[in-house]
């Protein structure tokens, strides 16, 4: 998860400081919802020596903290993991200071007099950085003169700034997080009394359409079934491949909880198969709103209800989706709402595409529909 972490590095006094004040409330209002890091090589302590956590975490406690009814910090031995804070206060993006040595992307502060820090110099360590900043405008120029890449900026012009870097972020995300497409296909429904994944709303067996349709999307490297049907599996199910779902009953929650099980570092598109009219228009509109940083890129409708099995869930929505597990929370309409996500309203022209089919006389009125369409 290091590349969903920016550092913003440099010598002391470069501005590292100065430009994070500027550039968090620049992403807040971009809708990021940003956390921070520090890195320091020295030791350090949160709390003033002698004072009683301080004490207790030298008399040798694993861990030392202390809270208020709106605030609470830490101390804990051990390799520092970003995600951890994530699970405590959900974020979109990390941004740390200092971490020469980060492996993820960086943002390099240059120094007035002391030009570009030596440990950057190499190619391999410059292709991880993004940019650049100069205290003054002038100084910006002279480098971009100099070195052709990376690019350098004003560190005051924060809106070019994010302009270039966020995009370029967004494509690192993409290429480390490739996206795979799942049709969830449930077992027998019991109003329905088959399989609903096979289930003919005019388009041919409704598992089937929704896997051919993913297939058509060049930004979809793969698509697979993910359940467990209790039936026997059709002759064209036996050519894909199927993900079983290793959390039962559970819902479509157990459905993600097993694809990031087995797939942990892939982002996936999921379908379900209640969606009798869905057709590639929805699919297109979701995959030009997909956001890497955010936890799952969804449809939401006019009431505020997450289309939860039309969406894009990016691998930090594993790390939530087994903290909801430990807390015994199976909604994904309660989970999402308390996650940083993408949502998309769905447009007056694609509303009739998330008409869901649970009864046999919704499956006519979906086969009515479909007809129609065409």
């Not at 975490?57 to 993991?81: L, P």
Request: aromatic share 10%.
């Amino acid at each position: 998860m290091y590349r969903r972490t920016l550092a913003i590095v440099g010598y002391s006094n470069s501005g590292k400081t100065t430009f994070l004040e500027q550039f968090i409330p620049y992403l807040k209002q971009q809708g990021y919802r940003p956390g921070f890091i520090k890195h320091t090589s020295h030791s350090h302590s949160f709390d003033t020596p002698g004072k009683d956590t301080a004490r207790q975490f030298n008399a040798g406690a694993a861990f030392s903290s202390i809270y208020s009814d709106t605030h609470w910090s830490a101390e804990v031995q051990g390799i520092f993991d970003p995600d951890l804070l994530r699970l405590h206060t959900p974020v979109d993006i990390v941004l740390q200071e200092g971490g020469k040595f980060h492996e993820g992307p960086q943002i390099v502060c240059l120094h007035p007099t002391e030009g570009f820090p030596q440990w950057d110099a190499s190619p391999r360590r410059k292709s991880k950085v993004l940019a650049c900043l100069a205290p003054t405008p002038e100084l910006a120029r002279q480098f971009n003169t100099e070195f052709p890449a990376p690019r350098a900026f004003c560190r005051d012009d924060i809106e070019a700034i994010a302009a270039h870097v966020l995009p370029q972020w967004d494509r690192l995300l993409r290429s480390a997080h490739p996206l795979k497409g799942a049709v969830l296909i449930g077992g027998q429904s019991q109003r329905m009394k088959k399989d609903k994944a096979w289930l003919d709303y005019g388009k041919g067996p409704h598992a089937l359409y929704l896997y051919e349709m993913l297939r058509d999307f060049s930004e979809i490297i793969q698509v697979c079934y993910s359940g467990e049907p209790r039936r026997a599996i059709p002759e064209s199910l036996k050519a894909a491949s199927v993900l079983p779902d290793r959390f039962l009953k559970m819902g479509p929650m157990g459905a993600l909880l097993s694809l990031f099980t087995i797939e942990p570092d892939v982002a996936w598109l999921v379908t379900g198969c209640d969606l009798a009219c869905l057709e590639e228009s929805a699919i297109k509109t979701l995959l030009q709103h997909r956001d890497p940083f955010k936890a799952a890129t969804v449809f939401v409708d006019e009431q505020g209800r997450y289309e939860s099995v039309c969406a894009i869930y990016e691998p930090l929505m594993g790390l939530f989706l087994k903290r909801a597990l430990f807390q015994q929370e199976y909604s994904l309409q309660k989970i999402l709402a308390q996650l940083p996500i993408r949502q998309v309203p769905i447009p007056d022209d694609l509303r009739d595409q998330f008409f869901n089919a649970n009864t046999p006389r919704d499956l006519e009125e979906a086969k009515k529909r479909n007809q129609e369409s065409l």
